[in-house]
């Protein structure tokens, strides 16, 4: 039984690990690269045959997560992609919307290759590709027990992470021998807003964990509130404009209904416009809508009272791209669309068109990946180039981490210490920094972690006892990828060592470790004073 860690190793994205299990081959999610040399990363050939799978389990929709999925059948995956209901219901709007956005890029590449004599470009995938990759879809409810291939069972169980999220338990036997491993996915926080509260699991022998927020916490729901009411009333008062840059399944239903909040409060007025200019967005809202059961108490409690949580104030839907260029003549209002890390969609000309104003307000509300445009804004970029032109960035930058569904450094932890069976965690889905943090913040509570590398593999016996590591070979890199890898790989032997440090006569290997400890000192020294 082997465990190979395909993507989002030291990064956020990507998400993706192939199980081999007996004759079984199982690849639980296949997300698509978002940040930097995202292009690259995502048009790299699998490293599997896409035909010799049996099945994929997707944890949820979010494209970092499921957005590949229609490439690998592009190329020959003949098996079910298993997922709750909700989750594909809303996949099938963020595939068609990404083949939409390829095509379109596609298209813009070609014709500025052509101009230079060079080849056109193909996008990753396209619409026909969606189409088929629907046809492999099969929903699974929550908490059932269901067979997805010899010798591989699955349960999912519900994350609170979005609509249709879930934590995966999954069983896998061979020659007699059990192993259970535990896919979190991404969890959402303890304390909920939109989704319901992570399920508790209690036993495992391995635990494959998210560290987006590992190494920080959130501010609670009544400071984020306070906050997020703060810049409202600001804006209010000097008739500017506020921008959300935010992913459309989610994060834009938890921004409308905050807003809704808003209107209750008499904050927001019923003549300030909002605009959600995001047709798929919309269709997001509507699934949404269809599931409210699966949503917290507190929406539930919400609807009851005979209100909608999705449609606050003066709320006006865009589709059209001409409307959606209309809103750059309001000088007063609220913007929500997308893409949430600003590397696309119709949030990028909203920006262009108003981050140069200082009456404007900017306002994250999510994850800003290494990389991404929203990454640099937020770390303070003031000259930007977007959408093809320069811009000062003069409009006033918030970030409310508040808002995120992803569980903060004590939600992972409150949900880890769950395990009563001392099972080995994977640590994942996190920059290095973060990954690291939380390893060590596990290892101080008294549980096993390791922080493995992109290519690792694995081999899974029971009770957490792995009993071969196998690291990938260094990849060829990029300029400016080396420094972050290197990180990594030091990270991953760096908390090995810590399993197997002997309880005497470590003499000779101490020397070893201070010198190393002396060479980091001095390569963090260094990198303080290019930032300075």
């Not at 909700?86 to 709007?93: F, H, I, Y």
């Not at 409308?256 to 904050?267: A, V």
């Not at 981490?401 to 932890?413: I, Y």
């Not at 006569?505 to 001095?522: A, F, M, N, W, Y």
């Amino acid at each position: 039984m082997i465990l190979k860690i395909i993507g989002a190793a030291g990064e956020v994205t990507g998400s993706s690990y192939l199980i081999e299990c007996g004759a079984s081959r199982v690849l639980v999610d296949c997300g698509i690269f978002q940040g930097k040399d995202d292009d690259r990363k995502n048009s790299e050939p699998f490293p599997f045959a896409a035909g010799s799978l049996d099945a994929v389990l997707l944890t949820h929709a979010h494209m970092d997560h499921s957005g590949r999925i229609p490439l690998l059948v592009k190329e020959g995956f003949k098996g079910k992609v298993f997922a709750t209901l909700p989750t594909l219901e809303l996949v099938k709007v963020l595939w068609y919307d990404s083949a939409n956005l390829m095509k379109e890029e596609a298209e813009w590449k070609t014709k500025k290759n052509s101009r230079k004599g060079l080849d056109p470009v193909d996008p990753l995938y396209s619409a026909e590709h969606v189409d088929q990759a629907i046809r492999h879809l099969s929903a699974s409810s929550y908490d059932d027990r269901i067979s997805v291939a010899p010798g591989v069972s699955v349960r999912f169980r519900d994350a609170g992470h979005i609509l249709g999220s879930a934590i995966l338990e999954v069983w896998l036997t061979e020659d007699e021998k059990e192993v259970k491993v535990v896919f979190s996915g991404d969890l959402g926080p303890q304390e909920t807003v939109m989704e319901r509260n992570p399920a508790i699991i209690t036993d495992a022998d391995y635990v494959i964990m998210e560290s987006t927020y590992g190494d920080r916490l959130h501010r609670n729901n009544a400071e984020t509130r306070d906050e997020f009411r703060d810049v409202f009333t600001r804006v209010l008062k000097n008739k500017g404009k506020v921008f959300i840059p935010s992913f459309v399944v989610d994060r834009a239903q938890r921004v409308l209904y905050e807003l809704s909040l808003l209107k209750d409060e008499g904050i927001l007025g019923e003549t300030v416009p909002i605009f959600f200019d995001s047709p798929m967005g919309v269709k997001a809202t509507e699934i949404y809508r269809k599931h409210m059961n699966l949503l917290s108490s507190e929406i539930q409690q919400y609807v009851s009272e005979g209100k909608d949580p999705f449609s606050p104030g003066k709320l006006k839907y865009v589709s059209s791209v001409e409307d959606s260029r209309a809103i750059n003549e309001v000088r007063h209002g609220v913007v929500v669309a997308g893409s949430g890390m600003v590397n696309g969609g119709r949030i990028v000309h909203h920006l262009k068109h108003g981050i140069w104003d200082p009456k404007n307000h900017i306002v994250f509300v999510g994850y800003q990946a290494r990389g991404t445009l929203g990454r640099r804004i937020v770390e303070g970029e003031k000259n930007i180039r977007i959408a093809g032109e320069d811009v000062t960035v003069k409009a006033e930058i918030h970030t409310i981490n508040g808002f995120s569904a992803h569980a903060d450094r004590d939600d992972l932890l409150a949900w880890a210490t769950n395990f009563a069976t001392s099972p080995l965690f994977l640590i994942t889905h996190g920059e290095p920094e973060s990954s690291l943090a939380f390893s060590q913040t596990l290892e101080k509570a008294g549980m096993k972690s390791v922080v493995p590398s992109p290519g690792q593999e694995i081999q899974l016996e029971p009770n957490g006892a792995a009993k071969a590591v196998k690291l990938p070979e260094h990849p060829v890199l990029l300029r400016g990828e080396a420094l972050p890898s290197v990180l990594t790989e030091i990270l991953t032997l760096a908390s090995g060592l810590r399993e197997s440090v002997p309880a005497e006569g470590d003499e000779d290997i101490l020397p070893l470790l201070q010198s190393t400890k002396v060479l980091l000192e001095t390569a963090r020294g260094k990198l303080s004073v290019k930032k300075a």
